[in-house]
């Protein structure tokens, strides 16, 4: 039944998505908090336009002067141009100083398809151009179209490198073929009960969804369902040795498992809960799209995994079937914590039982090497022209642009002044620096050059001689656009846009400074601001469910420490390999924030599984022979899921996208510290130095509790050897 209902919810969720583009959008101005600077001014921007439209900027290089057939032959491009986008205002051609470029100004309606258009545009100029110039369509619809294309591979192409990896991972910890074929059937249909969910949501204006959410929720989904997944099939290999009943293997490993599989998925789901307190609306909306793939990953881990162990038994595990033990070896009695365990895991048990003082300082002392890396990382922004780390002819665009233009033409700053000062700002918006130009809007968004100014108090009262133009008006609020010297998206832009706003402020604390540097520049900001108001959330909510799941707060607290260490080593070397590996300018300021709510989560999902079973095994066998047996019995799995999960994360890599790249490599290389040095050394070395206070005040730390547990191991034989004994440290 169950297998039907999961096979049904796939049938409906599979197709829903090819959709989610209905349902997406990259408009970083929708990410904004509605208090910010640049979205009130959007708002007020929005009053003097009809329609709300995009700005496609074209220019035209050649390599020498225009001449004036080359002119003619340009300007004859402006009607073809209007003509594609419904005879609406085309600006231009307008001659570079040099004479070397023109350049187009395009009004692209933002309900078309803004990909389609600018590929149509693209070949128009391309055709029409004067034979040997180069063409580009750039400005922030040519970027925006740049950007869709290379998001174009998250329906696809990341989804089948993420299954491809899991699946070769899963043919070597298993040795099966059947087995991950039925692992990765629970991830898929997982995500595909995610995608219903999440389409539903956004499709009811609860969430705002975009390119990089959709990426994160798919990876995310299968990481995370595979994860719970090897804890589920560990627990039921380990059944399987104890009964020839497969429906009752099944149920025994749920019993075993779903304590651990539901506290790591709790954890997981609360701290991306947690993004709900971002100001930034892109956060907010990974947050519940996060937590809805988390929370279909754990509901197909502890319904449809175990009904398909039930019915396959011991044959998903062919060849290599486990064999019934007898009934003398299905419990074995501990004494040092090492019986029955050979290989890597015994080696490394025994090297936290012999030194291991040792071996957690000098854990954390390579941890905080790497993690004093934490300073080099610039996470302030990076350039829009930047963020596309494939050829794109609106970032090569750009660059022609300012070669010859003021950098910022077609992206303009946009101020909104009180009627009555609108000349007095616009004076002090000119002789500000990095302002190329600036003019005021009249109706219909005709700029009114300078000298031609009537009297904003009285519009019927000229200016200066000739025929005076009015400014647009709306409630009392009028319109300057002015065009910068930098790129609009560059950091030297973004100064500007800073400068002006304390400047205008001196005149009117109402004027506002918005447009595409400013939107830029309040998105920045406004990441900084949320990573030092979530981080101490996540942190606190980790910590109660830690608190809850262990019976203790000495250990969780240990725990909690351990990750964000980790978490400040990866970050740390992360922004070594970012400077002087792969060459990145700079980081987007809402990367540090992923990362860390990322890691720090899945990196306690670990410690969950690993202490979970510590504390399982201290009950029965005292706290230093549980922990080496936790260890010994959780290692390889533990391992496997991290090298799965790091795998799915490198993923994204595949998408051209600096901010996906900078969090493929953050997440798969901290999931890959933290499984291999922080959960298998430093947490088990510090538990045994720390012993049965590690659970205090809970039970398995009161006084007495340990040896009792110890006495009730020893009393059904004795130890197996003197050296077992010293080798496992036991005092």
Known sequence: MLVVAWLAIAGVGGPTFGRLSEVSSNDQASFLPAGAEATEAADWHAKFRDSKEIPAVIVIE????????QLREAAALKDRLAALQGGSTVIGPIPSEDAKAVQFVVPIPSSAEVKTVVKELRNEVQASAPAGMQTFVTGPAGLTADLVSAFAGIDGILLLVALGAVFLILLIVYRSLLL???????????????????????????IQLNGQSQGILSILVIGAATDYALLYVARFREALTHTTDRTAAALTAWKAAWEPILASGATVIIALLCLLFSDLNSNKALGPVAAAGILCALFAALTLLPA?????????????????????QREPELVTGLEGQKGLWRATGSLVARRPRTVWVASVLLLLVAGSGIL??????????????????????????????????????????????????????MASNGVGDAYLLAEGGVPIMTGALANPANPAAPGAPGAPAAPAARDGKVLINATLDSAADSTEAESVVVSLRQELKEIDGDVLVGGVTATALDTNTTAQRDLVTIIPVVLGVILVILMLLLRSV???????????????????????????VFGFPGADATVPLFGFVFL???????NIFLMSRVREESLKHGTRPGILRGLSVTGGVITSAGVVLAATFAALGVIPIMFLVQLAFIVAFGVLLDTVLVRSLLVPALAYDIGPRLWWPGKAGRPGNDAAARSGALSSRAPSSRQEEEEAGVR
Not at 309 to 326: C, D, E, N, Q, S
Not at 410 to 419: T, Y
Not at 600 to 606: H, I, K, S, T, W
């Open 554 to 580: 000495l250990a969780p607290v240990l725990l909690v420490a351990s990750v964000v260490l980790s978490y400040a080593a990866a970050m740390g070397v992360s922004a070594f390999v970012f400077n002087n």
């Open 62 to 69: 050649s390599g020498s002067a225009f001449t004036p057939a």
């Open 600 to 606: 720090v989560a899945l990196g306690v999902d670990y």
């Open 308 to 328: 398909l162990m039930a019915l396959l038994g011991r044959a998903a595990f062919w060849p290599f079937r486990p064999k019934l033990l007898p009934e003398t």
């Open 376 to 429: 080099q990382l610039k996470a302030n922004g990076v350039a829009q022209t930047d963020v596309i780390l494939t050829a794109s002819n609106a970032v090569d665009g750009q660059d022609a642009l300012g070669r010859h233009f003021d950098a910022g033409s077609g992206s303009p700053a946009v101020i909104v002044a009180d009627q009555a000062r609108a000349q007095e700002v616009l004076d002090r918006v």
């Open 180 to 206: 991950p074929v039925m692992v990765l059937f629970t991830s898929v249909f997982a995500l595909c009960a995610a995608i219903l969910l999440v389409f539903g949501m956004a499709k009811a204006g609860w």
